[in-house]
């Protein structure tokens, strides 16, 4: 009497091959989401990063068109006309127009010496802190009313 030998899979193998697979595909899964949590972070980060750059262009350019600053409005007067910074809500505008979402802190302080300097400090919701100084060529600033 022979034996035919019969070709297949046993229940054990298959089992065997259904926990491997499953293993590898929660690895892969984990690996997968962790990835883009990160890349969606750093998108954010890099987002506000070009805001807070954005808005730090737009001050510097204005500041160097300008012909006057008024720090207690924080307006720029150019020849272009006069474009004046805000902070509200997270958000920087010029004239009412939004430049920069995800801002924390925005600052323009001037120092009355001859010549002007500016200082600018933002700081993002990212904490992220941007800082620069700027000189004058030839800006005025209003005189200050003593009381």
């Known amino acids: 009497m022979q034996i035919k030998q019969q070709q297949g899979f ?10 491997i697979v499953s293993i590898i595909s929660v690895l892969l899964f984990s690996i997968l989401s962790s990835s ?36 207690a409005t924080d307006t720029f007067t150019t020849r272009d006309g006069q474009q004046t910074y805000t902070l509200l809500n ?12 995800n801002i924390k802190e925005f600052k323009l302080e001037a120092k009355k010496d001859t010549p002007v300097v500016l200082t600018i400090k933002i700081v993002n ?16 600033m209003p005189d200050k009313e003593e009381n």
């Open 10 to 19: 046993t229940l054990a193998e298959v089992l065997a091959v259904v926990v």
């Open 36 to 71: 883009t949590s990160t890349h969606q972070k750093q998108a954010k980060k890099n987002k506000n990063l070009q805001d807070t750059s954005y808005a730090l262009k737009l001050v510097t350019k204005d500041f160097r068109k300008a012909t006057q600053f008024d720090d």
């Open 90 to 101: 997270n958000t920087i505008t010029r004239n009412g127009e939004i430049i920069a979402n």
């Open 125 to 140: 919701t990212s904490d992220k802190e941007i800082n620069a100084e700027l000189t004058s060529r030839g800006i005025k």
